[in-house]
């Protein structure tokens, strides 16, 4: 029996290895087949990932809620407090929307529309600008009349009629084709992503009701398939995994949100222009760590410079304030020490993030990298008391390395 088994873990490995080497060359030399249908796969499930993180999301707050009513009731309100509190949480969160929509909503079409009617003037200023540049800079003149002249005759006097036509039949028009589908293309995938989150508030509602058995079933699951110490070492990093993507992103969006209110009231009250447009910029860029505030205050001072450049000026002197703000006081307050990286790391995770999947990416780059600087630690701290080392960084500072001959020398003369 120990033999058959023997051939079996053999066996096994050997197809994980030709596996993975496939996956490897599908990957590099070919066209990623493998990516196109996990790409499908995560598409169809969408829903349940959709479902799954509003779950994530809204769990503390139906913990808090049945605290309370089985505080308030004993344990004899059990068999209702989790539905009762799964229901007084969406109505916390339909009010907070709504709330939101009323006071906002109104003000940022506003905002819109003022924008869209002052479109002229800011592009009449835009154009004061650009001539008093080159009225300044006579040099700078030249060289955009030289680029100008050159674009003019290779458009229009080196081709003839037949070639300009063909151009826009070959060029232009696939171009505007392509736009066309991509604004379609758009409202479609708008359609299905609101078709996707409804399904995810339903799938939501049974994951917040049985939210404990689903968690026993896949700890269960865990000590099915590996042996009971992978098991609880697999168990334990999902439990540190938890920690720090429910400190961070939970905190990340409720600290934006804070952010995002306070800009909008301090904007009104200094009489910025587009006050609601550039508080929703602010607030959501705020997402982003490090960058995200200089993401969303460069456009926000560019659009408030168009109307008015004194308080444009006035703009940037508050962003900095808010900033300082925010990453001084609001945001230890929420954030606390939930990712446990330095800055470097926080900056490398953004920008390979951000690389790799865009602004979500950029979000999420952060709390996965600490992640797996908690599991190279955990792992490290593992391997060295094993090996009788020191495990705090401090100690490798002065550490001198002990090479094998002078260690078998060591031993030879205790001998």
Avoid at 296 to 324: D, H, M, N, R, T
Wanted: proline residues 4%.
């Amino acid at each position: 029996m120990k033999k058959d088994n023997h051939y079996f873990a053999w066996g096994l490995t050997a197809v994980c290895v030709v596996c993975a080497i496939m996956l490897i060359y599908d990957l590099i030399f070919r066209d990623s087949i493998v990516m196109i249908y996990t790409g499908k796969l995560l598409s169809i499930l969408a829903p349940i990932l959709y479902g799954c993180a509003i779950a994530y999301l809204l769990a503390p707050v139906v913990n808090w809620f049945e605290r309370v009513v089985l505080r308030q009731r004993g344990e004899a309100a059990a068999k209702w407090a989790r539905p009762v509190s799964i229901v007084l949480t969406w109505a916390v969160v339909a009010a907070l929307f709504y709330a939101l929509l009323r006071i906002l909503l109104p003000e940022l079409y506003k905002s819109v529309m003022l924008l869209a009617g002052n479109l002229t003037t800011y592009y009449n200023t835009i154009e004061g600008w650009v001539l008093r540049l080159l009225e300044d800079n006579p040099s700078l003149a030249r060289q955009a009349e030289d680029i100008f002249s050159e674009y003019y005759k290779d458009i229009f006097l080196n081709q003839n009629f037949d070639e300009a036509l063909a151009w826009v039949k070959n060029n232009l028009m696939p171009q505007l084709q392509a736009a066309m589908q991509a604004v379609s293309g758009g409202v479609v995938g708008l359609l299905v992503f609101f078709k996707n989150l409804l399904v995810g508030v339903m799938i939501s509602l049974y994951l917040l009701a049985s939210k404990e058995g689903f968690a026993a079933s896949g700890c269960r699951l865990c000590y099915t398939l590996l042996p009971e110490d992978w098991a609880a070492w697999f168990i334990r990093g999902i439990k540190a995994t938890d920690r720090i993507f429910s400190g961070f992103v939970r905190g990340k969006l409720l600290d934006s949100l804070i952010i995002g209110i306070i800009c909008f009231i301090c904007s009104s009250i200094l009489d910025f222009p587009y006050a609601p447009l550039v508080s929703v910029v602010v607030g959501v860029t705020n997402i982003i760590p490090f960058f995200g505030p200089f993401l969303g205050a460069i456009p926000s001072a560019f659009l408030i410079l168009l109307a008015s450049p004194i308080k444009c000026l006035y703009f940037i002197i508050f962003i900095l304030a808010l900033q300082q703000f925010d990453g001084n006081i609001l945001g230890p307050k929420i954030l606390g020490n939930s990712t446990g990286i330095s800055g470097f790391w926080v900056i490398v995770a953004i920008l390979v993030g951000g690389g790799l999947w865009g602004v979500v990416g950029m979000f999420l780059g952060v709390p996965i990298c600490a992640c797996l600087y908690a599991g190279v630690r955990a792992f490290s701290a593992f391997r060295l008391k094993k090996k009788g080392l020191p495990v705090s960084v401090s100690s490798y500072a002065t550490h001198q390395p002990v090479w094998p001959e002078d260690r078998q020398k060591t031993e030879k003369e205790e001998e």
